[in-house]
């Protein structure tokens, strides 16, 4: 079984900077499709962006030049770095394993404050 284990959420101002962390654990990560999506009070939970396993990256519209994902295969993680963040980016955020199943983490807090 995969385990996803997230960090780095917290409470910022609006224009400063994150950065996400999801170690994983139970399987060869570097084989791995692996994703952000996040979940505001209220919403559905949207994709943020994603890397394969050979580094190709996409991001939502909404992210585009403020994020930036990308992996550590050595260390079984991946990160997403969150610059130039908004009150709008506040939600919690969930890294997903693209496996047959797939798995997700348990989510880390971001809050930006205005």
């Known amino acids: 079984q995969v385990q996803l284990v997230e960090s780095g959420g917290g409470l910022v101002q609006a224009g400063g900077s994150l950065r996400l962390s999801c170690a994983a654990s139970?399987?060869?990560?570097?084989?791995?499709?692996m994703s952000w999506y996040r979940q505001a009070p209220g919403n559905a939970r949207e994709g943020v962006a994603t890397?394969?396993?050979?580094?190709?990256?996409t991001y939502a519209d909404s992210v585009k030049g403020r994020f930036t994902i990308s992996r550590d295969n050595a260390k079984n993680t991946v990160y997403l770095q969150m610059n130039s963040l908004k009150p709008e980016d506040t939600a919690v955020y969930y890294c997903?394993?693209?496996?047959?199943?797939?798995?997700w983490g348990q989510g880390t807090q971001v809050t930006v404050s205005s």
């Open positions: 890397i394969t396993s050979v580094g190709t990256t």
């Open positions: 139970g399987s060869m990560f570097s084989i791995n499709m």
């Open positions: 997903y394993a693209h496996k047959s199943p797939g798995y």
